[in-house]
């Protein structure tokens, strides 16, 4: 490993180096840990680096029950080694020591959602809010990134924070948002990403909310009320009878801002009896809806939208990470709604039956 170690402490990027640890300081306050391994037991190398103590401790088990000496047998690449303990390849986001074992068991994760999945970006800001950059120019990035549509769901009028589009300003933006989709051939979306108010109503009058082709509906104030108020705020706010995606759903800033205090089952049932879905923000300062609670929302059938919440071009290439957190819980295909076609969308989210 020493070649490989001289090298990686040559990098600008890299402020020190533990030799006892065998791991990298980045500037970026990234630690990067180096494992070796023969090529023959490439295999068991990333099986032991990247399974928890859980995932590890169940493999171990089926190994043994199948005689599969795992320190001593050699494995050239993780899929030989699960194949031959009788299992498909579990990813390793999956590899938490929850119920992946039954799942590669009774079949395999094909369809297990990729970056390649995704067709369109969803929640994207522009300049007639808190954006940096125009709706074309938002458009032209996101048809470069090989996306098929993208939904301008700028901030609305209580959010005065962010400038957001009062009454007076909706048809201004849905005239340049006509003017660009003549010039590029990404499908460009009306939405918005409405605020839930203190009494759970979004901040657009019904009338005008049914002209939007995707609502995004998010709390962006009041995130210390107690946890019986933010509930109820949230159901009722779920309840309503137009379609919406729950927006950055419990409000968190990693490291700056906690989750908000809520009752999450009772709020993913009344989305369950209503018409919605959930965000999975990929802004990598929220990465919200956190991924322990995507089970519970997947076992309510309510299906999900992998969201950018980009306020610039380049928020755009955030979308990776959104991808890494739906792949953590499990996501597939078939759940996301922005692997779905723009017309098929489209008919999924429109906010009016």
Request: aromatic share 6%; net charge negative.
């Amino acid at each position: 490993m020493a070649p490989v170690t001289e090298a990686l402490k040559r990098q600008r990027s890299v402020l020190r180096f533990d030799a006892d640890r065998n791991v990298a300081f980045l500037a970026q306050g990234i630690e990067l840990e180096l494992h070796a391994a023969d090529l023959a037991r490439v295999g068991n190398g990333w099986l032991e680096a990247t399974g928890n103590a859980a995932h590890l401790a169940r493999v171990r088990a089926r190994a043994a029950t199948r005689s599969v000496a795992l320190d001593a047998r050699p494995f050239g690449s993780e899929e030989e080694l699960y194949r031959a303990l009788g299992l498909a390849f579990v990813p390793p986001e999956l590899r938490q020591g929850t119920d992946e074992l039954s799942q590669a068991e009774a079949g395999d994760f094909a369809d297990l959602l990729a970056l390649s999945d995704v067709r369109g970006a969803v929640h994207c800001h522009t300049t007639f809010s808190d954006g940096r950059a125009s709706v074309l120019e938002m458009a032209r990035a996101a048809h470069a990134l090989g996306l098929e549509y993208i939904t301008i769901t700028d901030h609305s009028p209580s959010a005065h924070y962010a400038s957001g589009v009062a009454l007076d300003r909706l048809q201004q933006q849905w005239d340049e948002i006509a003017a660009a989709q003549e010039v590029v051939p990404i499908r460009i979306l009306r939405g918005t990403e409405s605020d839930i108010l203190s009494d759970g109503s979004l901040d657009y009058p019904d009338d005008v909310l049914e002209r939007f082709d995707v609502i995004i509906a998010s709390i962006h104030s009041r995130h210390k009320q107690d946890r019986s108020t933010m509930t109820e705020r949230l159901v009722r706010a779920m309840a309503l009878p137009v379609f919406k995606i729950w927006g950055h759903a419990l409000g968190r800033i990693l490291n700056h801002r906690d989750p908000i205090d809520c009752d999450v089952p009772r709020v993913l049932d009344a989305l369950q009896s209503s018409r919605g879905a959930i965000e999975l923000n990929a802004d990598p300062h929220r990465l919200d809806l956190p991924p322990q609670w995507i089970p519970e929302a997947r076992g309510r059938g309510i299906p999900f939208v992998v969201g950018v919440d980009a306020h610039s071009t380049r928020g755009l290439q955030a979308l990776v990470h959104g991808i890494t957190q739906a792949r953590r819980g499990g996501l597939r295909r078939r759940e996301v709604l922005n692997a779905l076609t723009a017309d098929e969308f489209v008919a999924r989210v429109r906010p009016s039956p």
